[in-house]
């Protein structure tokens, strides 16, 4: 909540308590976007400002919180070429408390179990750590050819994923761990047995999870993928 105050959200007093009330019981999906609210990862992307060149229409899928479209926003994209969509609200209602901004952006987003864009209505699809949480093939083969679909020809699938900085598949330690890990070759695979062509695969190593002891062989694949003109 400190990185969002530093945005300038003002929360009243008790807001805290109020929230870890509401959240404890809930429950949060995906925890590890606690540890990263207000660390949007787009704009550090490598494609980022390339995709501010001619400010095509923007899908983010799988959006969570809503981090991302809100950092596009403050760096200008127009907001009405921005569109946002999840299969549940629950990431996307935790981002509303906690930027305390519903009001105002709620019309971004869509939440559907069905995919609700038609063909080539998007010139860039933004994917932000969904690749690593869909842990059936037959989901992510859905996802990515959602993906391909809804892209222009020549429009750009960009984002990043949990993957394994190894060649090998290094069992978990029984501790909760990103589902799905990829080598980067398997990455490579899904991207281009979409169809998608040429692709770039950037591995990062330092990640936050890296001070968990059994993360180590953990990195972040960044990918930026082309549907072909
Ligand atoms: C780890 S969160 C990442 C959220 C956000 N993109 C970010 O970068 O912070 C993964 C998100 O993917 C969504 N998701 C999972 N499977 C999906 C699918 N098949 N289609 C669309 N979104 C999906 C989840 O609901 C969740 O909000």
Redesign the pocket.
């Known amino acids: 909540m400190k990185r969002i105050e530093d945005y300038g959200i003002v929360f009243p007093e008790g807001y805290y308590q109020t929230l870890l009330d509401k959240y404890t019981n809930e429950g949060v ?2 925890p ?2 606690l540890m ?1 609210i207000g660390q ?3 704009n550090s992307h490598f494609f980022y400002s390339r995709g501010f060149e001619g400010c095509g229409r923007l899908l ?9 479209i809100r950092q596009l926003i403050r760096d200008g994209f127009p907001r009405e070429r921005i569109a946002a ?4 609200w ?3 209602n935790l981002g509303f408390d906690l930027y305390r901004d519903q009001k105002e952006i709620c019309d971004l987003f869509t939440v559907s179990e069905t ?1 609700p864009f038609g063909p080539a209505e998007f010139d860039m699809v ?5 690749f ?3 842990t059936d093939d037959e ?2 083969g ?2 990515l050819a ?1 993906a391909w679909s809804v892209l222009k020809p020549g429009g750009i699938l960009f ?2 994923t949990a993957g394994l900085a190894g060649e090998e598949v290094v069992k978990s330690h029984g501790e909760w761990r990103p589902p799905r890990v990829m080598t980067r070759d398997q990455l490579s695979g899904y991207l281009t047995g979409t169809g998608f062509n040429p692709i770039k695969i950037v591995e990062h190593r330092r990640h936050a999870y890296h001070h968990i002891p059994h993360y180590a062989d953990i990195c972040v694949h960044e990918f930026c993928a082309k549907k072909p003109a």
């Open positions: 999906r995906y590890h976007i990263n949007p990862r787009i983010d899928y799988g959006c969570g919180t809503g981090e991302n969509f999840d299969i549940n629950a990431s996307i995919f933004f994917s932000g750590s969904v690593h949480v869909i989901i992510l859905n996802y959602n984002g990043s």
